[in-house]
C-alpha cells in the first residue's frame, strides 16, 4: 500500500520557521523525484520545490527561494522541507508527490501551514 504521509504543519509567527516532513512507504523512495506543492484557500496549487532521486538538483519557485529548503534521506524514505521566515502569503496546505520514472505519480494527504500573528 502506498503511502505519503506530511507532518510538521501548524500556525507559527510571520518570521519564523518550520520543517514539513513526508514519510514514504510502499514504493521504491529511492528511485522517485520528490516535490511540495501547496494551495492556499482560492488558489491554485502551485510547485514550491523539487529534488531529484539522488538529491543532485533542486529546484524552487522564486517566491520561496533562500528561505526554504527542501532535502531527503533515501535511507528512511523521508523528504523535507525546511521553511524559514514565514510570512502570511506561505499560509496553505502543503503537499508532497512523488515522480518515478515511469510517469507513476502519488500524493499525501497535506498538512496545514497557517503564518499569523
Known amino acids: 500500500q502506498v503511502q505519503l504521509v506530511e507532518s510538521g504543519g501548524g500556525l507559527v509567527q510571520p518570521g519564523g520557521s518550520l520543517r514539513l516532513t513526508c514519510e514514504a512507504s510502499?514504493?521504491?523512495?529511492?528511485?522517485?523525484?520528490m516535490r511540495w506543492y501547496r494551495q492556499a484557500p482560492g488558489k491554485e496549487r502551485e510547485l514550491v520545490a523539487h529534488?531529484?532521486?539522488?538529491?543532485?538538483?533542486?529546484v524552487y519557485v522564486d517566491s520561496v527561494k533562500g528561505r526554504f529548503t527542501i532535502s531527503r534521506d533515501n535511507a528512511k524514505n523521508t523528504v523535507y522541507l525546511q521553511m524559514n521566515s514565514l510570512n502570511p502569503d506561505d499560509t496553505a496546505v502543503y503537499y508532497c508527490?512523488?515522480?518515478?520514472?515511469?510517469?507513476?505519480?502519488?500524493w499525501g494527504q497535506g498538512t496545514q501551514v497557517t503564518v499569523s500573528s
Open positions: 510502499g514504493f521504491p523512495f529511492k528511485d522517485y523525484a
Open positions: 508527490r512523488a515522480r518515478g520514472n515511469r510517469g507513476i505519480i502519488y
Open positions: 529534488i531529484t532521486s539522488n538529491s543532485d538538483s533542486t
